[in-house]
């Protein structure tokens, strides 16, 4: 499904509704985000972290890499997941940067949420991630690729 969200308001929305779509499985849960800078990948991520009651602002782990964060406890029982892992790998070059991370380890646990902007430095994070597209159009206006996501989803 293609959405155009035209303001903040618009992506906190669509943010709501992903995490209301996502559970557990047997591994951590991947969300792979892709667009140019400024696509709108961070902003996402900070309206998805406030979606699951991470407290306080999220931000972006540019310099860090990897930024975890602790889920309210209402919202752990909702979807299962006990912390959101936010990664920003836009400074990575390979997969072999992965590992000083604990990438490997990361992935095993399925009570970890894990949202990686910039999959492709590394040549993907995963067959079994879930793609999400950014396309910049305008000052305010975003164009975000969902292609798992069924349009019925967005109606309730």
């Not at 951590?28 to 996402?44: E, H, M, Q, V, W």
């Not at 590992?99 to 990361?106: D, Q």
Request: proline share 4%; net charge positive; hydrophobic share 40%.
């Amino acid at each position: 499904m293609i959405v155009l969200a035209k303001n903040l308001s618009e992506t906190e929305k669509l943010a709501r509704r992903v995490a209301l779509e996502l559970r557990v499985g047997r591994e951590a849960t991947i969300l792979a985000l892709s667009g140019d800078l400024g696509s709108g990948k961070t902003t996402f991520v900070k309206a998805l972290a406030k979606a699951l009651g991470v407290r306080g602002v999220a931000t972006s782990p540019t310099f860090v890499l990897l930024k975890k964060y602790h889920l309210a406890p209402s919202k752990t029982t909702q979807t299962g997941f006990h912390q959101l892992i936010h990664g920003d790998f836009y400074r990575l070059q390979d997969s072999r940067d992965l590992a000083p991370l604990k990438w490997a380890e990361l992935v095993l646990e399925p009570k970890n949420l894990i949202v990686i902007e910039w999959p492709e430095q590394v040549g993907g994070v995963g067959k079994k991630a879930k793609a999400i597209f950014f396309k910049h159009l305008s000052e305010n206006e975003r164009e975000i690729k969902i292609p798992w996501l069924k349009e019925n989803s967005l109606k309730n």
